[in-house]
């Protein structure tokens, strides 16, 4: 269980154009879903945290213009990159997170991003 | 501020032993983490501590010491699919989890 699936995979796009990254909770209801970029041989950089129904919060540094997150439903987080320069060129991983007292954050399979 | 201490990097042997630790501060406690993370994918759910203690799942296990602040994982019977990088996460009093850089685990043969 707790099966978290992410689309695209690999996605490579032209300078000045978005992209959009979604993000499903595929056999339960994420109350709260997470999205963190990676740079090579670097930790997860936590980017925001996204309550369904609410806005997102975005991290310090975090461009929330730049990088559009939606949490229409229990089940889906978008992660939308508008106007992608090659800086942009990255890892993203979304995770998210059941009610109930566990912490755990389960997460999804990476979205590798490719400004060229 | 918080932080989430573990080595860099660290290599062992083909079937030996090694314990990777991590040491943090953070504002409040309710939980650690480890995570597998191979390279070019996302983590993998290893172990959760809450309570002192050690947690024995087949090869792996971890350990915590709230009082110190402190956790390590130990991988026993190393395998060469164990080379991937090991993340300590804390999640601290607003339930949030706060990463450690991960540590690069390499196996020879």
């Known amino acids: 269980g707790a099966v978290v699936s992410q689309h695209p995979s690999r996605v490579i796009c032209k300078s000045g154009t978005s992209v959009k990254i979604e993000c499903r909770s595929l056999?339960?209801?994420?109350?709260?879903m997470f999205w963190y970029r990676q740079f090579p041989k670097k930790s997860l950089m936590l980017m925001a945290t996204?309550?369904?129904?609410?806005?997102?919060?975005?991290e310090q540094g975090v461009e929330k213009d730049k990088f559009l997150i939606n949490h229409a439903s229990l089940t889906l987080s978008t992660l939308t990159v508008t106007s992608a320069h090659p800086e942009d060129s990255s890892f993203y991983i979304c995770?998210?997170?059941?009610?109930?007292?566990?912490?755990?954050?389960?997460f999804g399979p990476g979205t590798r991003l490719t400004v060229t | 501020g918080q932080n989430i201490d573990q080595p860099t990097e660290m290599t062992a042997t083909e079937g030996a032993i090694v314990q990777i630790n991590c040491t943090y501060q953070?504002?409040?406690?309710?939980?650690l983490f480890w995570y597998q993370q191979h390279a070019g994918e996302a983590p993998t759910f290893l172990s959760y501590?809450?309570l002192d203690g050690l947690e024995e799942k087949g090869r792996f296990s971890s350990f915590l010491s709230r009082s110190k602040g402190y956790s390590y994982l130990l991988l026993k019977e190393l395998q060469m699919k164990d080379s991937a990088s090991y993340l300590c996460?804390?999640?601290?009093?607003?339930?949030?989890?706060?990463w450690g850089a991960g540590t690069k685990l390499i196996i020879k043969p």
């Open positions: 995770s998210a997170r059941g009610g109930g007292s566990t912490y755990e954050q389960y």
């Open positions: 056999d339960f209801q994420a109350t709260t």
């Open positions: 996204s309550n369904e129904g609410s806005k997102a919060t975005y």
């Open positions: 501590n809450v």
């Open positions: 953070t504002s409040g406690f309710n939980g």
């Open positions: 996460a804390v999640v601290d009093s607003n339930y949030q989890l706060i």
